[in-house]
């Protein structure tokens, strides 16, 4: 849950929408190595994170990927599409998409805790059916045995 939540405060607010797994490592973490462990974060909570189609290894935050390719990193702006058409090739590379706002990063966080407390509590409420089988196998086993013993 934890590594959730550093994930998307990270990656809400880094200046770049997607990279490889290694960069969010490092940034997240302070660590290249441990890129394996979130890329299985990333891959075990697709409801925030999604595998990038273009780039092998990239991932990025849904949340942010649903915005336009219009924040200009060199200038710290969004452009509009006639500025971004303006731009040189070379510009065109400096451009990511915007940022998430502090209070939508606030609502990311927010699902994310009820979500795993949904998780949690779905895992602990499987058990409601133990008492009911329990009770059904015994009975079952009284009926076969009186059946046995009967004759």
């Given at each position: 849950m934890a590594d959730v939540i550093a994930a998307i405060?990270?990656?809400?607010?880094?200046?770049?929408?997607?990279l490889p797994c290694e960069d969010w490592a490092e940034g997240i973490s302070g660590n290249k190595a441990k890129s394996t462990h979130w890329q299985k974060v990333f891959d075990e909570h697709p409801e925030f994170?999604?595998?990038?189609?273009?780039?092998e290894g990239y991932y990025a935050?849904?949340?942010?990927?649903a915005s336009p390719r219009l924040f200009f990193r060199k200038e710290g702006r969004l452009l509009t599409q006639a500025e971004y058409n303006g731009l040189p090739d070379l510009d065109k590379t400096l451009v990511s998409r915007p940022p998430v706002p502090t209070q939508q990063i606030k609502t990311l966080?927010?699902?994310?805790?009820?979500?795993?407390?949904?998780a949690r509590e779905q895992h602990t409420d499987w058990r409601w059916w133990v008492p009911i089988v329990t009770s059904f196998l015994g009975s079952f086993i009284g009926v076969l045995s009186g059946l046995a013993f009967h004759k």
């Open positions: 405060q990270f990656m809400s607010t880094n200046e770049r929408s997607s994170f999604r595998r990038s189609p273009n780039y935050l849904i949340w942010r990927r966080i927010d699902l994310a805790v009820e979500l795993h407390a949904k």
